[in-house]
């Protein structure tokens, strides 16, 4: 267990520190290596859609500079790297046979993980979808399902030899709902009903590309599944405002949680969404498939949600993201209202409350104690600038992880079985819709030169892992 002394708070031993990335985030090289075409490239490519108009085909130029970024690695002292494949890359039309090119690539970039002493974590599906198959449908049609069992059955096969943990979808809630419903994310669609049957197909996906690994893995590899679960608190004791959580609650949890972990989807929640869809996506079958036994479950937090009931006359909060949206992204909740809270935030706007990942880690474990638990993502995004002596001065970040991290040591103390914590994110990079004006990274990147400059987190964080633990708070 953790241990909290004068002397700081200390993580159990085989506790797995690391850092994040996405792969159309941080690689660009878009038209190179036989890479087709994602959702983000169009998404991103479509006026007025990404703040400034900034894409993904440059980026953190990673695709290039992957040696000298696992170098940087090896200066931070990382146990661990999360890392996407980009589907376009493998399935440049999102079936078929595997490009080579691309398969080699991620096997240079995990042998040279390897060789350096860093353990790969691989995400399948990181958000970027081959647009043959949004043009095909996308998400809402059972067939990209059916291809995603496909692309984890080739990438498994291909690295299954020197990968030991991998991760099915990340944030599937943001796929469905920002991508389908609120349109503020790729493809940029507002179709309530499309979001939910997206919702449902993404499950299935995940169901399949489970099956698909296992058939290839060796014995012992662990599979699991990231959510962005939603940490949702009542503004009141009102039976009104309670309500509006437990709506947030089956929206943004349990449409994931229920078929995955318990069975079948909320009564509930098909009921909130009744006047949307009527659920008939949902096959004979599809359950059983999506409740695949996991090893672990990826939860990554930044932020709680205050919630209450919407008054009469109040119009409808529906941005959740760069840019205004006539939908909200969360389906059959359209009379809760969104509280803002009080306090500092990061450069995102979002709330800094680190109570809330204490709190979220006990109730996912509460609900499913045998299943151990990683935080997959775990970040803020400040205005870091270089300064006049060349360093990067990030105090904030410093001051936020080490809180997050402290509430993660109590959640242990109290019985959450949590098996590490994974930064995010190594590198500043593409921040979906708001491009690159939000930085996230424990080492800067000036996107002129490419130049990467290791902030004061990123040294702090290095000293941290070596030392298992944080210092104890000064006064």
């Known amino acids: 267990m953790a241990t909290t002394t004068d002397a700081g708070r200390h993580f159990p031993p085989d506790f797995l520190w690391g ?124 067939d990209t399902a059916m291809r995603f069992g496909d692309y984890a059955e080739l990438v498994g096969a291909a690295l299954g030899d020197r990968v030991d943990r991998w991760i099915t979808l990340n944030e599937p809630w943001c796929s469905a709902f920002l991508g389908y419903a609120s349109g503020v994310h790729a493809p940029g669609r507002t179709e309530p009903a499309a979001a939910l049957a997206a919702a449902h197909h993404l499950n299935l996906a995940h169901g399949l590309g489970v099956q698909a690994l296992r058939s290839v893995l060796p014995a012992g590899s662990s599979v699991s599944i990231t959510l962005n679960l939603h940490l949702v608190r009542p503004a009141t004791d009102e039976p009104e405002d309670q309500d509006a959580a437990r709506q947030i609650d089956a929206i943004g949890n349990r449409i994931w949680l229920g078929p995955i972990l318990d069975g079948g989807y909320p009564d509930d929640l098909q009921d909130d969404t009744a006047g949307r869809t009527d659920w008939s996506f949902v096959r004979d079958g ?84 045998n299943l151990p638990l990683m935080v997959t993502e775990n970040g803020a995004a400040f205005d870091d600038e270089v300064s006049d002596d060349g360093q990067v001065h990030d105090p904030r970040r410093i001051a936020y992880v080490d809180d997050h991290l402290r509430a993660v040591g109590r959640a242990i103390d109290a019985g959450a079985d949590v098996r590490g914590y994974l930064l995010w994110s190594l590198l500043d990079n593409f921040e979906w819709a708001y491009g690159y004006s939000r930085r996230f990274g424990i080492a800067h990147v000036d996107y002129d030169t490419q130049t990467r400059t290791v902030k004061d987190s990123g040294w702090w964080y290095r000293d941290v892992i070596a030392a298992g633990g944080l210092a104890a708070h000064d006064g």
């Open 19 to 142: 850092a994040a990335t996405a792969a159309y985030q941080i690689e660009g090289a878009a038209d190179e290596g036989g890479r087709g075409p994602s959702i983000w490239d169009t998404f991103s490519h479509t006026p007025g859609r990404v703040l400034d108009g900034d894409t993904g085909d440059v980026a953190d130029d990673h695709y290039h500079r992957w040696e000298d970024d696992l170098d940087l690695m090896v200066r931070l002292g990382l146990p661990a790297y999360r890392f996407s494949i980009a589907w376009p890359r493998i399935q440049p039309d999102g079936r078929g046979a595997a490009n080579q090119f691309g398969l080699d690539h991620y096997r240079r970039l995990v042998d040279g993980l390897l060789e350096r002493g860093i353990e790969p974590i691989v995400t399948l599906y990181h958000w970027d979808l081959p647009q043959a198959l949004e043009d095909a449908g996308g998400w809402p049609a059972r």
């Open 286 to 369: 599809d359950v059983a498939m999506i409740a695949e036994p996991l090893d672990l479950l990826g939860v990554n937090y930044y932020q709680p949600t205050v919630v209450r009931r919407r008054r009469d006359g109040e119009e409808p909060q529906v941005s959740h993201g760069h840019g205004e949206s006539a939908e909200s992204p969360f389906v059959g909740a359209d009379t809760v209202a969104f509280v803002e809270q009080p306090g500092p935030v990061t450069a995102m706007g979002w709330p800094i409350d680190a109570s809330g990942m204490e709190e979220l880690l006990l109730q996912v474990h509460a609900a499913y104690p």
